[in-house]
Nanobody, 124 residues
Framework: QVQLIESGGGLVQAGGSLRLSCVAS????????MGWFRQAPGKEREFVAV????????SYANSVQGRFTISRDNTQNTMYLQMNSLKPEDTAVYYC?????????????????WGQGTQVTVSS
């Protein structure tokens, strides 16, 4: 049973930074591409960033490009999302997700396992 546990969310002022973590309970974390998604109140879940199995490739939503950085430590079964220059419109529940079969997908239906989410609130 795969479990993904996010942490690091919270309340921050606009312009501030947060670092999210996602720990995966899998035997071979390095075999799976990983992604971050977010869902704001009243909106659909949207893609934020994705990272390849070894971490050499990344891709970002236009809305976060240049402000967010996705990374992973395969020795610690952990993925990160460093979020800088946060804006009120970044307020959402952030989810990490594991893609068991493919890689570098930005559509949520490709992902097989999801965390419970962590709330990020950016005040203006």
């Amino acid at each position: 049973q795969v479990q993904l546990i996010e942490s690091g969310g919270g309340l921050v002022q606009a312009g501030g930074s947060l670092r999210l973590s996602c720990v995966a309970s899998v035997r071979t974390f390095s075999m799976y591409a990983m992604g971050w998604f977010r869902q704001a109140p009243g909106k659909e879940r949207e893609f934020v960033a994705v990272i390849s199995r070894a971490g050499e490739r990344t891709s970002y939503a236009n809305s976060v490009q240049g402000r967010f950085t996705i990374s992973r430590d395969n020795t610690q079964n952990t993925m990160y999302l460093q979020m800088n220059s946060l804006k009120p419109e970044d307020t959402a529940v952030y989810y990490c997700a594991l893609d068991q079969w493919t890689t570098m997908k930005i559509q949520s239906h490709w992902y097989d396992y999801w965390g419970q989410g962590t709330q990020v609130t950016v005040s203006s």
